[in-house]
């Protein structure tokens, strides 16, 4: 078996991985909670979309750095190798490894479950409230089914990533164009301006940040892309800014035609109830086959990043087992025995989600009350984030940067991150959620290889 993989993915792959896996649940089912965290102000939530995206925006201008200079496989793993050495390098990978990727491949899997039991009218956590014990079947068979799909057809994997983003982008641009033009736009930020606090729109960052968050998992097939030193940083630019432009054209648009009090009381009905209007019986069908696609795209982008990261650990020797999780399949071209690694962890993390929703609601099992497995890791990896753009500024003369690419980008890009951070500190159980994952990165620390 080899241990080096073909550059097979070109600059629209690239870009349709970043807006495919940012562009997916999160616009469709965390609208309505930002709207309500900030009081219904339609205004403090177009401001909350804003500076998520100072966070990805300037984010990906800082990251791009690093791109240009380096694109060897691991992404934010190679990255803080190259800032800090190879103990933070290690300490990026392991938490993305066991924590970040794994929670949001579970909870996104269970998202898609629920969408399409909506889309068929079955009873499910989305379309009857209901945690049906087909519901976590469907849940587990995507799961299977896609980490076979990335497994053994990376190159169709890839495909399927830009055609979901296509569908995705050009259902949010109906919808947009649909509510901005029938709807009143300004009659609804005027009207929908008062109340709130900004103390609520910290809250709602949390929720924005999950609907932002996957910009940086490009980087991870760095060593696959081609001409990664100018498509990856071209591409950490472009796409973060359609994603702002579209989520604000959204949430504009869906509360002009419904208004405010509507879209927070329909919640995950919203999309369904515009749909309804312009279309008819068949709209809701319509909208919510767009809105699977665009769950599958952000899931299938995500497993085809996550499974590539223990082989990065692997080829470092930075791991238990770094023999058989470095090798690549040669026919498949996949690390087979780390994409088998990754589905194990995910479903680690799906039971944990059973257990916090269905082992308390039907079993009563009180001890996962109030967990939510897709909160924690995505506040946390935002002070590796942190790291990195701090990393940016130290190498600025080393690097001989620009004023304006070694300091302004990495400074407003360390402000939207503390924002989402702050966000999160807010948070019910954060200190429980925080003290876990520093007990799992020192799990990390004791089951690195000795040699390292």
Do not use: C
């Not at 503390?418 to 876990?436: Q, S």
């Amino acid at each position: 078996m080899q241990h080096t993989q073909k550059r097979k993915f070109g600059f629209l792959t690239t870009v349709s991985m970043i807006a495919g896996i940012v562009i997916g649940s999160g616009i469709f089912f965390k609208t309505d909670d930002i709207l309500s965290a900030v009081g219904g102000n339609l205004v403090l939530s177009s401001l909350g979309w804003v500076l998520g995206a100072v966070g990805i925006i300037f984010g990906g201008l800082t990251v791009s750095q690093y791109a240009k200079r380096e694109d060897s496989v691991g992404g934010i793993i190679t990255y803080s190798e190259m800032a800090w050495g190879k103990t933070m390098g290690y300490l990026a990978g392991w938490f993305q490894v066991v924590f970040y990727y794994p929670a949001l491949v579970a909870i996104i899997a269970w998202v898609a479950a629920s969408y399409i039991l909506v889309l068929f009218g079955a009873p499910g956590p989305f379309s009857s409230g209901e945690f049906t014990s087909f519901s976590w079947f469907l849940t587990f068979a995507l799961m299977v089914v896609f980490f076979l799909f990335n497994s053994f057809s990376t190159v169709y994997a890839g495909k399927f990533q830009s055609f979901a983003l296509i569908v995705k982008v050009s259902a949010l641009l109906i919808l947009a164009f649909l509510g901005l033009v029938f709807g009143n736009p300004v009659t609804a930020l005027t009207a929908a301006s008062a109340g709130g606090s900004m103390g609520g729109l910290f809250v709602a960052l949390i929720s924005i940040g999950f609907a932002y968050d996957g910009w940086l998992v490009a980087p991870s097939i760095a060593h696959e892309i081609k001409n990664p030193k100018r498509n990856l940083p071209l591409a950490l630019t472009v796409a973060p800014i359609l994603i702002m432009l579209i989520y604000l054209g959204y949430t504009i648009g869906i509360s002009s035609l419904l208004g405010v009090d509507q879209v927070m009381g329909l919640g995950n009905a919203a999309v369904g109830e515009v749909a309804t209007r312009f279309f008819g019986s068949i709209g809701p069908k319509l909208v919510f086959t767009a809105v699977v696609i665009s769950i599958l795209g952000t899931f299938n982008g995500l497993i085809l990043g996550y499974i590539r990261l223990p082989y990065a650990l692997a080829v470092r020797n930075e791991i238990l087992f770094s023999e058989r999780l470095s090798k690549i399949h040669p026919k498949y071209d996949i690390p087979l025995a780390s994409s088998l690694f990754t589905f194990a962890i995910s479903l680690v993390w799906l039971v944990m989600h059973f257990m916090s929703t269905s082992g308390v609601v039907t079993y009563g099992i009180m001890l996962f009350d109030g967990l939510e497995i897709d909160g924690l890791p995505i506040v946390l990896t935002y002070v590796f984030y942190v790291t990195l753009y701090v990393g940016v500024m130290v190498r600025k003369k080393k690097d001989q940067l620009s004023l304006l690419n070694g300091v302004v980008f990495p400074v407003l890009a360390i402000l939207g991150a503390l924002l989402v951070i702050y966000g999160g500190l807010t948070a019910p159980k954060f200190n429980v959620y925080f003290m876990i994952s520093l007990v799992g990165i020192g799990a990390g620390l004791l089951l690195r290889p000795k040699q390292n």
